[in-house]
């Protein structure tokens, strides 16, 4: 078969006996024991943008906790020296890794330990300054016959591709970088059997890109990837194999930024990071004499391999999401499932912000709007439970909670001679008396006298609005009663809520990105959507704290649920009488317990604003999801949504993506 230029194949192998040649280097990353899998940590770490010292840090923190290096790619950016890596949690042979190489001195290394029974697994060749610098791993032991070279032009690897592969060899791994102005490869291939493959170098960014259309198209699945600049300009080289296996997904050209949200995006869908590579490419800026160049940056190509769902599960919960997302034009949606308090999903769908194309991704920060209820009812709990406070204390009066400070209720004309007095019981259970559900005379006073503060809102509804029943009797859905326990929850700890239960709730759960909203599109927080519906920023969304001020990620809000939904696989935060009481079906609406809404075989609690819906839900069955979008839509249809998605998919991972 005639070879052309880029280096294509696509053939078979069988295993023969040959020599190996090119090793390892020497500097940094003492040889390891071999290695035995172990279940403690996550199975996987993964960095990028390390300088050498750096490097080095993490290389002996992950190997110090038995991890295995099984990935390094090496790159300049403004004359110094950069890493990208990927350590393993799993067994193997022993080991040997090192970095900052010269040619010589890569060479000596492998020499060294192919005399010491080591084999070449892994090389990156990378330019800094213009000058050529190696990092590998070599593994020990047995094995194909191979071949490895560094150092060679375009020229001379094509004659090295052609003579191996004649030979019978496949390529297992390249890596290109560029000196001098002239791209420079390093190789390895082995005699042995295996799948169909195809490999192409000295490519452009659009021919990758091209190619890597192609070969997918005809079932081949991206096998490595090395992605590198010849001045300044970007060339990739790779290799695909044909068959079955997980699920693939290549990307490149992404600053890092993007890279670490595309590296998000996927590790939240259970992809894991197989060959990561750096580059540095110009950065430029056109004035009237021309384009001129100040420094450079960083640019990312990767592969991820699928190692938790399966792809057609996946589909499947993206059609779900998708066609809510449709049937109520919604812009951007996030969702995130647990199992048996185990993150074990996380995606984001559409767009966060029209007019600039963001898309939504599992970080992005949504208003939760009533969702809040859950966590300001925990908070009120916490209290109970130290003692500070008491179900059964009055909120109003001089013997109330909050005193005289906003006046007393008054009764109206209560059928009861002696009625009750507002509880803090009564506010959780949203019985407080005051009846303001379909009521066209008393809307939700939250929603009425904006330029009111909270304080003087809540003056003005205890001097102006009689109790309709007596307090305990009826019930009525109020968010201004959440508003009140704001401010109850302020009077007990002498703090403002939100400081609060950042602290006392959100903190011990691992939450430190939730914050209350503010009001308008100029008020947004860093990595918060944009809302789009009738009027979704004329609400004074900052006064609504306890009861729906509250941003949050579907994520931070799993945090948050695995924390007190009585599973015993995390510690909850509460006691467990504390959360019975919680869902405890004991007030006029037995569908709605302490800040939770009460179902046959779940609870949970949903959230409507302009511009934003949300769900939260924990289900008897060991799943809970959170839910959120940027526009308006059926809250009821998100939720069966996201169950009939869940109900959907055969087999769920074992991993934990928190």
């Given amino acids: 078969m005639e070879m052309g230029r880029r280096g294509f194949l696509q053939a078979t192998a069988a295993a023969v006996t040959a020599t190996g040649l090119t090793g390892l280097g020497s500097g940094t990353a003492a040889a390891t024991d071999a290695t035995t899998d172990t279940d403690v940590g996550p199975r996987w770490v993964a960095r990028h943008g390390l300088t050498a010292s750096e490097y080095q840090s993490e290389f002996e923190e992950h190997v110090g906790n038995g991890y295995r290096l099984t990935d390094v790619g090496g790159y300049g950016v403004d004359g110094q020296a950069r890493y990208a890596a990927i350590w393993e949690k799993r067994g193997g042979p022993a080991w040997i890794a090192r970095h900052g190489l010269t040619a010589s001195e890569y060479q000596n290394v492998v020499d060294r330990f192919v005399d010491e029974g080591y084999r070449v697994s892994h090389v990156s060749g990378y330019s800094v300054d213009d000058r050529s610098r190696y990092a590998t791993i070599m593994e020990k032991g047995g094995g194909p016959a191979w071949v490895a070279r560094h150092?060679?032009?375009?020229?001379?690897?094509?004659?090295?591709?052609?003579?191996?592969?004649?030979?019978?060899?496949?390529?297992?791994?390249?890596?290109?970088?560029?000196?001098?102005?002239?791209?420079?490869?390093?190789?390895?291939?082995?005699?042995?059997?295996?799948?169909?493959?195809?490999?192409?170098?000295?490519?452009?960014?659009?021919?990758?890109?091209?190619?890597?259309?192609?070969?997918?198209?005809?079932?081949?699945r991206p096998a490595q990837v090395s992605a590198f600049s010849v001045d300044g300009e970007p060339r990739f080289a790779a290799i695909w194999e044909k068959g079955g296996g997980p699920e693939r997904i290549s990307r490149h050209g992404l600053p890092a930024t993007e890279y670490q949200d595309e590296f998000d995006e996927l590790a939240y869908q259970g992809y894991r990071p197989v060959d990561v590579s750096g580059y540095a490419v110009p950065d430029t800026v056109s004035t009237a004499f021309g384009t001129v160049s100040f420094g450079e940056s960083a640019r990312y190509a990767g592969i991820w391999e699928a190692d938790g769902l399966d792809g057609d599960d996946i589909d499947w919960i993206d059609s779900r999401m998708q066609a809510y997302m449709n049937r109520n034009d919604v812009p951007g949606l996030s969702v995130a499932i647990t199992k048996d308090e185990r993150l074990v999903f996380a995606k984001g769908y559409g767009l966060a912000d029209r007019d600039a194309g963001e898309e939504v991704r599992p970080s992005h920060r949504f208003r939760i709007a009533s969702i809040s209820k859950p966590v300001t009812a925990v908070a009120v709990m916490q209290l109970v439970e130290a003692g500070r406070l008491d179900l059964d204390d009055f909120v109003f009066g001089s013997d109330?909670?909050?005193?005289?400070?906003?006046?007393?209720?008054?009764?109206?004309?209560?059928?009861?001679?002696?009625?009750?007095?507002?509880?803090?019981?009564?506010?959780?259970?949203?019985?407080?008396?005051?009846?303001?559900?379909?009521?066209?005379?008393?809307?939700?006073?939250?929603?009425?006298?904006?330029?009111?503060?909270?304080?003087?809102?809540?003056?003005?509804?205890?001097?102006?609005?009689?109790?309709?029943?007596?307090?305990?009797?009826?019930?009525?859905?109020?968010?201004?009663?959440?508003?009140?326990?704001?401010?109850?929850?302020?009077?007990?700890?002498?703090?403002?809520?939100?400081?609060?239960?950042?602290?006392?709730?959100?903190?011990?759960?691992?939450?430190?990105?939730?914050?209350?909203?503010?009001?308008?599109?100029?008020?947004?927080?860093?990595?918060?959507?944009?809302?789009?519906?009738?009027?979704?920023?004329?609400?004074?969304?900052?006064?609504?704290?306890?009861?729906?001020?509250?941003?949050?990620?579907?994520?931070?809000?799993?945090?948050?649920?695995?924390?007190?939904?009585?599973?015993?696989?995390?510690?909850?935060?509460?006691?467990?009488?504390?959360?019975?009481?919680?869902?405890?079906?004991?007030?006029?609406?037995?569908?709605?317990?302490?800040?939770?809404?009460?179902?046959?075989?779940?609870?949970?609690?949903?959230?409507?604003?302009?511009?934003?819906?949300?769900?939260?839900?924990?289900?008897?069955?060991?799943?809970?999801?959170?839910?959120?979008?940027?526009?308006?839509?059926?809250?009821?249809?998100?939720?069966?949504s996201v169950n009939s998605a869940i109900n959907s998919v055969r087999d769920w991972p074992s991993y934990d993506l928190f």
Avoid at 167 to 173: A, S
């Fill in 151 to 220: 150092g060679l032009s375009s020229s001379e690897y094509q004659d090295e591709f052609e003579e191996h592969v004649g030979n019978g060899h496949r390529l297992v791994h390249v890596s290109g970088h560029g000196v001098d102005g002239r791209a420079r490869y390093a190789a390895i291939w082995e005699k042995r059997g295996g799948p169909a493959w195809v490999a192409r170098h000295d490519l452009t960014a659009s021919q990758y890109e091209d190619a890597d259309e192609t070969f997918t198209g005809r079932g081949y």
């Fill in 400 to 640: 109330g909670v909050l005193g005289t400070t906003y006046g007393t209720p008054s009764y109206g004309r209560l059928s009861a001679s002696d009625p009750d007095r507002i509880t803090v019981k009564h506010l959780l259970e949203h019985t407080a008396g005051w009846w303001v559900r379909n009521n066209p005379n008393r809307p939700d006073p939250m929603f009425r006298h904006p330029n009111k503060d909270q304080d003087e809102l809540i003056r003005w509804v205890v001097g102006n609005w009689p109790l309709d029943n007596e307090p305990g009797t009826d019930y009525s859905y109020l968010n201004f009663g959440y508003c009140v326990l704001g401010r109850v929850i302020e009077a007990v700890t002498g703090r403002s809520y939100e400081s609060y239960v950042a602290d006392a709730v959100l903190g011990p759960c691992g939450i430190d990105g939730m914050e209350i909203a503010g009001d308008t599109r100029a008020d947004r927080k860093d990595g918060e959507v944009v809302y789009y519906g009738r009027s979704p920023y004329d609400d004074q969304v900052s006064r609504m704290d306890a009861h729906g001020g509250w941003i949050a990620t579907p994520i931070d809000l799993l945090r948050f649920v695995t924390r007190v939904d009585g599973f015993d696989r995390k510690a909850d935060i509460l006691r467990p009488e504390t959360e019975r009481e919680l869902s405890d079906r004991e007030g006029p609406n037995c569908g709605y317990g302490e800040g939770w809404i009460l179902q046959g075989n779940w609870r949970g609690h949903d959230g409507s604003l302009s511009g934003s819906r949300g769900y939260l839900v924990r289900r008897d069955d060991g799943f809970s999801f959170a839910v959120l979008t940027n526009g308006d839509g059926s809250v009821g249809g998100l939720r069966t």
